[in-house]
T-cell receptor, first 115, second 111 residues
Framework: AQTVTQSQPEMSVQEAETVTLSCTYDTSESDYYLFWYKQPPSRQMILVIRQEAYKQQNATENRFSVNFQKAAKSFSLKISDSQLGDAAMYFCAYRRAGNNRKLIWGLGTSLAVNP | DAGVIQSPRHEVTEMGQEVTLRCKPISGHDYLFWYRQTMMRGLELLIYFNNNVPIDDSGMPEDRFSAKMPNASFSTLKIQPSEPRDSAVYFC?????????FGPGTRLTVL
């Protein structure tokens, strides 16, 4: 069965600094998708970034980028130039390719941004 | 286009009462998901639909929970009778391709 592990329950970063959140997953599939979602105190779940496993290039969205290491089954999120609004819970999620749309979720990392 | 819409945003009820949560997915999306989030158990998938048909309801905790999707623009999650342990935030999400888009959630408190 597929699993997603976020080994850092809590992290903190100084404003304007860079932070990396880790995520590892376990699967025997070769084709799948990976996601990072953000949940601020408003509790709204917001998609931050997605990565297709068949793509070697790491996905980037403005200040957010991933380090996707397929062989190591690692999918870390890097936040550059951290802002106060980045403070939130961050969830890593996995989905098999194909019609099974079920997401497998990590337990989340709580990120604090210090001014 | 509006995002996923959920109602009510907050619900407080007494044990034993029936609770109905509502969701309107993003227009054109063909998948709809119901989640429950608690501090103890994190984010749990309860059920999901494809083209209004339930595909996987293995996450529905027990017979007190039921979900319907009568058409492409509306779904309900019903709890009858409700219990204090059902207190949680319930999310609805919809999807067309890979990623899921979430509604704002309904915070349910069962006294």
């Amino acid at each position: 069965a597929q699993t997603v592990t976020q080994s850092q329950p809590e992290m903190s970063v100084q404003e304007a600094e860079t932070v990396t959140l880790s995520c590892t997953y376990d699967t025997s599939e070769s084709d799948y998708y990976l996601f990072w979602y953000k949940q601020p105190p408003s509790r709204q779940m917001i998609l931050v970034i997605r990565q297709e496993a068949y793509k070697q290039q790491n996905a980037t969205e403005n200040r957010f980028s991933v380090n996707f290491q397929k062989a190591a089954k690692s999918f870390s999120l890097k936040i550059s130039d951290s802002q106060l609004g980045d403070a939130a819970m961050y969830f890593c999620a996995y989905r098999r390719a194909g019609n099974n749309r079920k997401l497998i979720w990590g337990l989340g990392t709580s990120l604090a941004v210090n001014p | 286009d509006a995002g996923v819409i959920q109602s009510p945003r907050h619900e407080v009820t007494e044990m034993g009462q029936e609770v109905t949560l509502r969701c309107k997915p993003i227009s054109g999306h063909d998948y709809l998901f119901w989640y429950r989030q608690t501090m103890m158990r994190g984010l749990e998938l309860l059920i999901y639909f494809n083209n209004n048909v339930p595909i996987d309801d293995s996450g529905m905790p027990e017979d007190r929970f039921s979900a319907k999707m009568p058409n492409a623009s509306f779904s309900t999650l019903k709890i009858q009778p409700s219990e204090p342990r059902d207190s949680a935030v319930y999310f609805c999400a919809s999807s067309l391709w890979g990623e899921q888009f979430f509604g704002p959630g309904t915070r349910l408190t069962v006294l």
